[in-house]
């Protein structure tokens, strides 16, 4: 059950296969930029991209949301990554990425910074249509599990750092 007033997202199959191999959250996080637009949905979507593609005993400094956080030299990520996670980001959202700009991504931060910018860009120049569900899943009580998961997952965290 969705407690906050915002609608839950419609679940989209094509999305769901492409974000697979990503967190739940990842998904979830899509399907409400679809719905709302919103920055913060931009965001979270964004970074599990890049956790997608970030080696396990770096996605805690990654999770931390540190935008500070260098592309290769703290997550890890060649630019061979790095393009992998532009064409994963370019068949999610509505922008197109030329090799030549990526060489100015350093941090986590230019990459949100960037997408936000071409995503913003896109949707000036033209609105995405909507994709028509085969089968639905109920988004409201994923993102539900989800938040349960990630409270689970702080208190583990916690009970671990108390002495």
Do not use: H
């Not at 679940?11 to 979830?28: G, Q, S, V, W």
């Not at 990520?77 to 030329?98: G, H, K, N, Q, R």
């Not at 995405?128 to 539900?144: F, I, M, Q, R, Y």
């Amino acid at each position: 059950m969705n407690t906050d007033s915002t609608p839950a997202p419609q679940d989209d199959p094509a999305l769901r296969e492409t974000l697979k191999r990503c967190a739940p959250a990842t998904y979830y996080a899509a399907c409400k930029f679809r719905q709302s637009g919103s920055p913060a949905d931009l965001r979270l979507l964004v970074t599990g991209v890049i956790e997608r593609f970030v080696k396990r005993g770096n996605r805690a400094a990654l999770a931390a949301g540190d935008d500070t956080l260098r592309l290769r030299e703290d997550l890890g990520l060649d630019s061979l990554t790095m393009m992998e996670i532009v064409m994963l980001a370019e068949e999610v959202l509505p922008l197109t990425v030329a090799n030549d700009e990526l060489a100015s991504l350093r941090t986590v931060g230019d990459v949100q910074t960037f997408i936000a910018r071409k995503v913003a860009a896109a949707r000036l120049t033209a609105r995405p249509s909507g994709a028509t569900a085969k089968e639905n899943w109920d988004l409201a009580a994923v993102g539900e599990s989800i938040r349960r998961l990630e409270a689970d997952a702080a208190t583990r965290s916690l009970n671990r750092a108390s002495p």
